[in-house]
């Protein structure tokens, strides 16, 4: 009878043994199951999250057309030489290229990245809420002056005054040489949702 009841012992306790066994091998599968789910939810966030950004930011750069239209009919109309020579900060141009001190975005004009008021050009809000602003720079070192092959960027006009250079000598290439039309770089920030911000620069001619 002892032998009996030593084997049903030992056999209990080898069974309540394999259950504890199986008891912790459950529990560690769920929570490996839990932190997996965990993670694929995350993941999901951060694509939407993502993709929320890109359209927001598409659709931010998509209003840099309105200041691009904007600046050419004031192109045509205000900066004509000689008056194109001047400064005119409230329209948010310049005749000369601004200080560009950041180390993150040194393409960008200071005065655009601290969104400089009176000196950039805010456009009023469209129907998107997008903050759209803008400023216009000639391609020249400095203002009040005409512009010149020597010191700006005068490309695709006419020669005249009957000076040359290596440079007005090539073929389908012709430069003023008496500043009348220089180029121009626009340099457009907008100021989306969810903190989206785009730039375009483009050279205007």
Do not use: W
Not at 90 to 117: E, F, V
Not at 153 to 159: E, H, S, Y
Request: hydrophobic share 40%; proline share 5%; glycine share 6%.
């Amino acid at each position: 009878m002892s032998k009996s009841m030593s084997s049903y012992s030992r056999l209990g306790a080898a069974s309540r043994q394999k259950g504890m066994i199986a008891t912790l091998i459950a529990l560690v599968v769920l929570v490996a199951t839990l932190l997996a789910a965990m993670a694929l939810m995350r993941s999901v966030d951060t694509a939407n999250s993502i993709a929320g950004s890109m359209t927001f930011r598409q659709g931010a750069m998509q209003e840099a057309e309105r200041a691009y239209q904007d600046i050419r009919t004031k192109l045509e109309s205000s900066f004509a030489p000689p008056v194109s020579n001047s400064d005119n900060p409230s329209m948010g141009y310049y005749a000369s290229l601004q200080a560009h001190t950041s180390t993150t975005r040194p393409d960008i004009p200071d005065i655009l990245l601290n969104k400089t008021q009176g000196a950039v050009v805010k456009m009023d809000q469209s129907d998107t809420k997008n903050d759209v602003y803008y400023v216009v720079e000639r391609l020249c070192p400095t203002s009040n002056t005409p512009a010149t092959i020597n010191t700006c960027i005068v490309p695709g006009t006419a020669i005249s005054g009957g000076t040359s250079s290596n440079l007005t000598t090539d073929p389908g290439i012709p430069f003023n040489t008496t500043g009348s039309a220089a180029a121009f770089r626009l340099t457009v920030r907008v100021d989306g949702q969810r903190n989206a911000v785009a730039y375009v620069q483009t050279i205007l001619r």
